[in-house]
């Protein structure tokens, strides 16, 4: 077997065509996908075309070089590529062989130049093998991202990818049927299935139990993580004691009561006494703890207590704006109900000024 990385990038009909690449890729008898990147987003070059999708997955195969190429055009043309004479006009799908093992082979355009032209190539190739040696070039394909030129990429948020399908979704959908994730874990949501009087070994929710354990395992990821560790060295000295705050930090938890999803938004403050924090940090925070079972109160405390124990500061305040799907999917309140709990320490809790001024950047008013 061969390692090799492979190169998409769509701008017509993209939400569906990267997807359905992954997919091809994916149930081709010759290629085995290891690896799918994140979807970024990319200003068309030459020309006033639609900006393109593009993404990179590794993959192994025992098809050379050559044969990995004409099966890529194969799949192209199955998803309607029509290559015309402009280079640059707008595509279906592209399939373009980056690397494959240390083969340096100019005719086949092997590792294809682009990697080091075009960002677009380069920082969805880092996601997948960022360690790889480029041949030739004596460097890695994570230190050519990290140099990458224009076009200037955009992450492409998963909320805003309106894709029919992620392509890491078309990544496990079409996965090894005997791949296991958590065994345990998935054996309960197969039973949990028979007991709700469904047929485990329907097809559609043949892999239900591994994408269970798959997605509660990310949604309760904050059990794995420490504060110190999120934290890590993002705090500073500052001699700054004006309020610092970050307003509408999207967050989802789950309540402990009935497992299912509470969401909303989080705002968090605090006046620092000669030690800040990187804003991104106060999100993070927000997940490690967000991210379990939980009940809103508690979790507005824990984020307010986590901030008081690394930074020390006057105070801390949180307030915290979240749906829960346990009452409104039940029925059993009014369906625009928000439930907002708030959390205050230090100057925040004894300054009626502070607190006051807080609560207006949130804009909530004294309470
Ligand atoms: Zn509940």
Redesign the pocket.
Same mark, same amino acid.
């Given at each position: 077997m061969s390692a090799a990385v492979v190169a998409l990038g769509s701008n017509v009909e993209r939400q569906t065509n990267l997807p359905a690449a992954v997919r091809a890729l994916r149930q081709h008898p010759d290629l085995t996908v290891t690896k799918v990147s994140c979807i970024f987003e990319s200003a068309a070059v030459g020309g006033d075309y639609p900006p393109f999708y593009n993404a990179a997955v590794s993959i192994e195969t025992d098809l050379a070089p050559a044969e990995l190429k004409s099966t890529l055009r194969d799949i192209e043309s199955a998803l309607g590529r029509v290559r015309t004479g402009d280079r640059n006009a707008p595509r279906t799908i592209d399939l373009d062989v980056t690397l494959y093992e240390d083969v340096v082979d100019e005719s086949l355009g092997i590792p294809d130049p682009s990697l080091t032209e075009y960002s677009y190539v380069a920082v969805p190739a880092a996601e997948v093998a960022r360690d790889w040696m480029v041949p030739g070039r004596n460097k890695t394909v994570g230190e050519i991202a990290d140099e990458a030129l224009p076009p200037t990429l955009r992450k492409v948020p998963m909320a805003e990818q309106d894709l029919d399908l992620t392509p890491e979704d078309a990544f496990e959908e079409y996965g090894p049927s005997d791949e296991t994730f958590n065994p345990r874990f998935e054996a309960l949501v197969r039973e949990q299935l028979e007991i709700l009087g469904e047929d485990p070994d329907r097809e559609g929710i043949q892999r239900t139990p591994f994408r269970v354990a798959k997605s509660m395992a990310f949604l309760t990821g904050g059990y794995t993580q420490s504060l110190k560790e999120v934290v890590n060295n993002a705090i500073f000295e500052s001699p700054d004691s004006e309020m610092v705050m970050l307003k509408d930090v999207e967050f989802y938890s789950m &309540?402990? #009561? #009935?497992m299912?999803p509470?969401f909303g938004r989080a705002h968090v403050a605090y006046i620092p006494q000669g030690r800040v924090i990187g804003v991104s940090k106060l999100a993070r925070i927000v997940d490690v703890y967000a991210r379990r079972l939980q009940i809103q109160e508690r979790l507005s405390n824990q984020v307010a207590d986590a901030l008081m124990e690394c930074l020390d500061p006057l105070g801390v305040g949180v307030v915290m704006e979240a749906a #829960?799907l &346990?009452?409104l999917m039940r029925g059993v309140q009014k369906q625009n109900s928000e439930m907002v709990t708030s959390a205050l320490r230090g100057s925040f809790q004894s300054d009626g000024r502070t607190r006051g001024e807080f609560m207006n950047l949130v804009g909530h008013g004294l309470r």
């Amino acid at each position: 077997m061969s390692a090799a990385v492979v190169a998409l990038g769509s701008n017509v009909e993209r939400q569906t065509n990267l997807p359905a690449a992954v997919r091809a890729l994916r149930q081709h008898p010759d290629l085995t996908v290891t690896k799918v990147s994140c979807i970024f987003e990319s200003a068309a070059v030459g020309g006033d075309y639609p900006p393109f999708y593009n993404a990179a997955v590794s993959i192994e195969t025992d098809l050379a070089p050559a044969e990995l190429k004409s099966t890529l055009r194969d799949i192209e043309s199955a998803l309607g590529r029509v290559r015309t004479g402009d280079r640059n006009a707008p595509r279906t799908i592209d399939l373009d062989v980056t690397l494959y093992e240390d083969v340096v082979d100019e005719s086949l355009g092997i590792p294809d130049p682009s990697l080091t032209e075009y960002s677009y190539v380069a920082v969805p190739a880092a996601e997948v093998a960022r360690d790889w040696m480029v041949p030739g070039r004596n460097k890695t394909v994570g230190e050519i991202a990290d140099e990458a030129l224009p076009p200037t990429l955009r992450k492409v948020p998963m909320a805003e990818q309106d894709l029919d399908l992620t392509p890491e979704d078309a990544f496990e959908e079409y996965g090894p049927s005997d791949e296991t994730f958590n065994p345990r874990f998935e054996a309960l949501v197969r039973e949990q299935l028979e007991i709700l009087g469904e047929d485990p070994d329907r097809e559609g929710i043949q892999r239900t139990p591994f994408r269970v354990a798959k997605s509660m395992a990310f949604l309760t990821g904050g059990y794995t993580q420490s504060l110190k560790e999120v934290v890590n060295n993002a705090i500073f000295e500052s001699p700054d004691s004006e309020m610092v705050m970050l307003k509408d930090v999207e967050f989802y938890s789950m &309540c402990e #009561h #009935h497992m299912l999803p509470f969401f909303g938004r989080a705002h968090v403050a605090y006046i620092p006494q000669g030690r800040v924090i990187g804003v991104s940090k106060l999100a993070r925070i927000v997940d490690v703890y967000a991210r379990r079972l939980q009940i809103q109160e508690r979790l507005s405390n824990q984020v307010a207590d986590a901030l008081m124990e690394c930074l020390d500061p006057l105070g801390v305040g949180v307030v915290m704006e979240a749906a #829960h799907l &346990c009452m409104l999917m039940r029925g059993v309140q009014k369906q625009n109900s928000e439930m907002v709990t708030s959390a205050l320490r230090g100057s925040f809790q004894s300054d009626g000024r502070t607190r006051g001024e807080f609560m207006n950047l949130v804009g909530h008013g004294l309470r």
